[in-house]
């Protein structure tokens, strides 16, 4: 049976993890090559590496970072943040990246994903969503690019849906509403993406409780969660998230 | 010495990184002086096995020689893929003919999501020489659309349970190859590698 994922996701600017509340007031969570080997260590069954000032693709500095971080990870690694070109990806999967994810880049132009996907294969092509519930309008969320920063009239499980459709394998969901909150995933957005595509959802923003966790894996229909705070500040381990979910018949794999 | 054939198909640097992690002597070339003097092959790949072959068939009939002079050879993901007869991914593809069987599509009407993505449990089959020390099975990390069916009564085969028996892994002789990422498998992964790192030495002592 297929487990589900447990991913650390790695905020990485000026070469140091950081993590803010709703993408605003970072702090300094640690050194991305040191928790990328604890991370890969202790069980984690992904890791994602976002160069959240998005110049993974003009800055040198930081593909020799991923180099770092990807000779000690034995599990698979995510790069993202400011790719806007298939070549791009091609430079970070040299470097040791096992998948890339388009954000920005994908909404401003959609076809990046099928030449990302033919290429390379869908299965290291993620579409990142950062989805904002949409005022006024129950169960509608729309899709923001630029970090956050610029909200769009794109709808964003119909976003997840072409997406699918023009080759992207995986799609890394996050709620810009709970980002950093601590409060729980968007169980509802999660939902209406996972059903609304086949391929995998990775639930992403409020990790907060081990419960809520289990809830969006569960009723959120998410394949994977991905949490920073939780783990970078050593609120949990991945071994007592695990446990906690195995205890909920959550299917999860052990070191 | 071992080889890791770059044929221009996907992330070498990852496989690179844990061979060099466990201390092997590796070499990442595509050439075929260099692969006819290593005393082990792996054949990565990721993406679509039908560009892969068509990518590696320069150098098949130098890894198609090697491989029936008994070298050992570790196909991985898509490169393990190419160690069958034919697949059907995007038409009809010729591949390697190593190991008898084809390479199809995991059904798409099981309600289950489609790329196989993540950690699966793959139970090993009697007498794998590359799970060696692992017990009866263990988890992996795949990532795949496509599964090869085994069709070689000289070949044992790990399968993992995704609706169906999807298989993991195979060995036939010097012929080793898995469908999930071992350079991506965590500790047991790394295992895998220094198995079949190990098999390579003794291959070279006989």
Known sequence: MLTKRIIPCLDVKD????????????????????????????????????????TLRSNKTIVELVEKVAENVFIPFTVGGGITKADEIG??????????????????????LKESAERFGAQCVVLAIDARRTVGKVGKWHVTVKAGSEPTDIDAVEWAIKAEKLGAGEILLTSMDADGTQAGYDIELTRAVAEAVNIPV?????????????????????????????????????????????????????? | ???????????????????????????????????????????????????????????????????????????????????????YEMGTHQCLGLVKGKVVPIPTDMDLTIPHMGWNYVKFANGMKLFDGLGEGRHFAFANSFYAQVEDPEAKAAYTEYGIQVTGAVEKG?????????????????????????LCHEELKC
């Open chain 1, 15 to 54: 070469n140091r993890v950081v993590k803010g509340v709703n993408f605003l007031n970072l702090r300094d969570a640690g050194d991305p090559v040191e928790l990328g080997k604890k991370y890969s260590d202790e069980g984690a069954d992904e890791l994602v590496f976002l160069d959240i000032t998005a």
């Open chain 1, 91 to 112: 430079l970070l999967l040299r470097s040791g990246a096992d998948k890339c994810s388009i954000n920005t880049a994908a909404v401003n132009n959609p076809d990046l």
């Open chain 1, 202 to 255: 990775i639930a992403s923003g409020g990790a907060g409780t081990l419960e809520s966790l289990s809830e969006v894996l569960d009723k959120g229909k998410a394949d994977a969660v991905l949490a920073a705070s939780i783990f970078h500040y050593g609120t949990y381990t991945i071994k007592e998230t695990k446990e906690f979910l195995k205890q909920h018949g959550v299917p999860v794999r052990f070191v």
């Open chain 2, 1 to 87: 010495m071992l080889v890791i054939i770059d044929y221009g198909v996907g992330n070498v640097q990852s496989v690179t990184n844990a061979f060099r992690y466990i201390g092997s002597d590796i070499t990442v070339s595509c050439d075929p002086a260099v692969i006819q003097k290593a005393h082990g092959l792996i054949l990565p790949g990721v993406g679509a096995s039908g560009y892969a072959m068509e990518k590696v068939a320069p150098i098949a009939d130098v890894i198609k020689s090697e491989a029936a002079a008994g070298k050992p050879l570790l196909g991985i993901c898509v490169g393990y893929q190419l160690l069958f007869e034919e697949s």
């Open chain 2, 174 to 198: 010097n012929i080793f190859g898995t469908q999930f990422h071992p350079e991506k498998s965590a500790a047991d992964g790394l295992q895998v590698l220094k198995n079949f790192v190990a």
